[in-house]
């Protein structure tokens, strides 16, 4: 344990992907467990070895228990650029620090982890054998040790150029893993019932993170589809619920998203998702409801809200009508009270989930959202913006070479006093940019040139 208003450092070691939504993450769940990232903190960009500073080590494990995007956690006993460095920051380590690992009673072994090189046998025995000054008095044990210890070499990102010597060299005890098996057994393509927009299992899991998702929230999904993020909040604990404005996905009827299935069965809904994975307990109930018109009694109130918005590439963005709003040109029928399908401009969809979100969500609860963006046209100025609401994280995936994606977490700061205050006076500067509209045209234009290129090229 710490002493009194100190802090212990571990060292993180991360995956390699999703890069830009690890330091969100990791941030996340220090906050949600009652760590605190600061401005002083030591991290290395794309480098998978991140040190931390950490109150306890209840913290650090609970901070495995949750994180997709870190492999393993290990207090950190020593650091240097070189063998000697590092030799020399562990002998400086408090042995009453060490001893309650190295007893006579106690078993362990230790493990050489390199990053951009791959060691002989030989060499890890030589580098193990270069320990033996630490005070180990236990025995070593490989198949079942109480303690393991690891030596970790970072030789570099590039892989074209892999230095004789590494860049850094670290040396500690290995506290837990992280969460990455979720990525594989909650995988899409071992789903129950699934759609043609369905969420990474991976993505999904990293989004109830930034969301800050814990056991007996309250997590609302406005554009639920198939439920990809209601499977990853109900995960962590959390009871799930959403709307969606599609009958035939809300009922799990119709034509089937599965290759060689052509319509779907009579057990493929959400709940069933839920039922797969032994969440079912955590499913209060999905309805086919619009986005723009929500349905929610005043004083509703989500701990977090997860969503997806549909972009108009593989899914349509709709909302409902009445006959007045049909756009001119197009034949009404008279004396019908029947609702029609509208287009729903994304700037007015976003315009709606920030509006909804500001009301509904608890003082301190999240909004986390997919918002699409053109890239050689995106600006940090396009994100929308609430009073009530505070940015947290702004995250990119790449869709194409001109379009991407970005995560945005928002957390709410301010109470919501009244809807049709805040929709007048955003009107002209909550959504400045309304180049979201014409996302689809944008998508399918660089998809056009890129096959037209290609044509080109083949004939030449």
């Given at each position: 344990?710490?002493?009194p208003?100190?802090?212990?450092?571990?060292?993180?070691?991360?995956?390699?992907?999703?890069?830009?939504?690890?330091?969100?993450?990791?941030?996340?769940?220090?906050?949600?467990?009652?760590?605190?990232?600061?401005?002083?903190?030591?991290?290395?960009?794309?480098?998978?070895?991140?040190?931390?500073?950490?109150?306890?080590?209840?913290?650090?494990?609970?901070?495995?228990?949750?994180?997709?995007?870190?492999?393993?956690?290990?207090?950190?006993?020593?650091?240097?650029k070189?063998?000697?460095?590092?030799?020399?920051?562990?002998?400086?380590?408090?042995?009453?620090?060490?001893?309650?690992?190295?007893?006579?009673?106690?078993?362990?072994?230790?493990?050489i982890?390199?990053?951009?090189?791959?060691?002989?046998?030989?060499?890890?025995?030589?580098?193990?054998?270069?320990?033996?000054?630490?005070?180990?008095?236990?025995?070593?044990?490989?198949?079942?040790?109480?303690?393991?210890?690891?030596?970790?070499?970072?030789?570099?990102?590039?892989?074209?150029?892999?230095?004789?010597?590494?860049?850094?060299?670290?040396?500690?005890?290995?506290?837990?893993?992280?969460?990455?098996?979720?990525?594989?057994?909650?995988?899409?393509?071992?789903?129950?019932?699934?759609?043609?927009?369905?969420?990474?299992?991976?993505?999904?899991?990293?989004?109830?993170?930034?969301?800050?998702?814990?056991?007996?929230?309250?997590?609302?999904?406005?554009?639920?589809?198939?439920?990809?993020?209601?499977?990853?909040?109900?995960?962590?604990?959390?009871?799930?619920?959403?709307?969606?404005?599609?009958?035939?996905?809300?009922?799990?009827?119709?034509?089937?998203?599965?290759?060689?299935?052509?319509?779907?069965?009579?057990?493929?809904?959400?709940?069933?998702?839920?039922?797969q994975y032994?969440?079912?307990?955590?499913?209060?109930?999905?309805?086919?409801?619009?986005?723009?018109?929500?349905?929610?009694?005043?004083?509703?109130?989500?701990?977090?809200?997860?969503?997806?918005?549909?972009?108009?590439?593989?899914?349509?963005?709709?909302?409902?009508?009445?006959?007045?709003?049909?756009?001119?040109?197009?034949?009404?029928?008279?004396?019908?009270?029947?609702?029609?399908?509208?287009?729903?401009?994304?700037?007015?969809?976003?315009?709606?989930?920030?509006?909804?979100?500001?009301?509904?969500?608890?003082?301190?609860?999240?909004l986390?959202?997919?918002?699409?963006?053109?890239?050689?046209?995106?600006?940090?100025?396009?994100?929308?913006w609430h009073?009530?609401?505070?940015?947290?994280?702004?995250?990119?995936?790449?869709?194409?070479?001109?379009?991407?994606?970005?995560?945005?977490?928002?957390?709410?700061?301010?109470?919501?006093?009244?809807?049709?205050?805040?929709?007048?006076l955003?009107?002209?500067?909550?959504?400045?940019?309304?180049?979201?509209?014409?996302?689809?045209?944008?998508?399918?234009?660089?998809?056009?040139?890129?096959?037209?290129?290609?044509?080109?090229?083949?004939?030449?």
């Amino acid at each position: 344990m710490a002493l009194p208003g100190s802090l212990n450092r571990y060292l993180l070691l991360m995956a390699q992907e999703h890069l830009e939504f690890r330091l969100p993450e990791i941030k996340s769940l220090l906050s949600l467990f009652g760590g605190q990232f600061t401005n002083s903190q030591e991290t290395y960009g794309k480098s998978p070895f991140w040190i931390l500073s950490i109150p306890s080590e209840d913290i650090a494990r609970n901070l495995m228990k949750r994180t997709v995007c870190a492999k393993s956690i290990f207090e950190l006993w020593g650091h240097g650029k070189s063998p000697e460095e590092l030799y020399t920051s562990l002998k400086n380590y408090p042995v009453e620090k060490m001893v309650p690992f190295l007893h006579s009673e106690s078993t362990y072994k230790i493990k050489i982890h390199t990053f951009n090189k791959t060691l002989t046998q030989e060499e890890k025995v030589k580098r193990i054998d270069a320990l033996e000054f630490l005070p180990f008095e236990g025995k070593v044990n490989l198949k079942k040790p109480q303690h393991v210890f690891s030596v970790l070499e970072d030789y570099g990102l590039d892989p074209n150029y892999i230095p004789e010597r590494p860049h850094n060299i670290y040396f500690g005890r290995w506290i837990a893993d992280g969460q990455r098996e979720l990525i594989e057994s909650y995988s899409v393509k071992k789903r129950h019932f699934i759609g043609n927009t369905s969420m990474d299992a991976g993505l999904s899991f990293i989004m109830a993170n930034h969301a800050k998702v814990k056991e007996n929230d309250v997590v609302f999904d406005p554009f639920v589809g198939t439920g990809g993020l209601l499977i990853a909040s109900a995960h962590f604990g959390a009871y799930v619920c959403g709307t969606d404005i599609d009958y035939n996905t809300v009922h799990g009827l119709g034509k089937a998203s599965r290759k060689n299935q052509k319509w779907r069965g009579p057990d493929e809904n959400i709940r069933a998702n839920l039922r797969q994975y032994g969440l079912e307990k955590f499913y209060l109930d999905v309805l086919v409801s619009d986005a723009s018109k929500p349905s929610w009694r005043k004083g509703t109130y989500f701990d977090a809200i997860i969503t997806d918005p549909p972009y108009g590439i593989r899914e349509s963005t709709r909302r409902s009508g009445s006959q007045k709003q049909i756009p001119k040109g197009i034949e009404k029928c008279p004396e019908s009270h029947v609702p029609v399908s509208l287009s729903y401009h994304l700037s007015d969809m976003f315009f709606d989930l920030l509006n909804f979100a500001a009301e509904t969500l608890i003082l301190g609860g999240r909004l986390v959202y997919w918002l699409p963006v053109y890239t050689p046209e995106y600006t940090e100025d396009m994100v929308p913006w609430h009073p009530c609401l505070k940015l947290v994280s702004n995250c990119e995936q790449k869709l194409s070479s001109h379009t991407a994606r970005r995560l945005i977490t928002m957390e709410k700061v301010k109470d919501f006093e009244n809807r049709d205050q805040y929709s007048h006076l955003l009107s002209d500067h909550f959504l400045p940019y309304q180049g979201h509209n014409s996302f689809r045209e944008k998508y399918f234009s660089g998809v056009t040139k890129r096959i037209a290129k290609e044509e080109k090229s083949s004939q030449e």
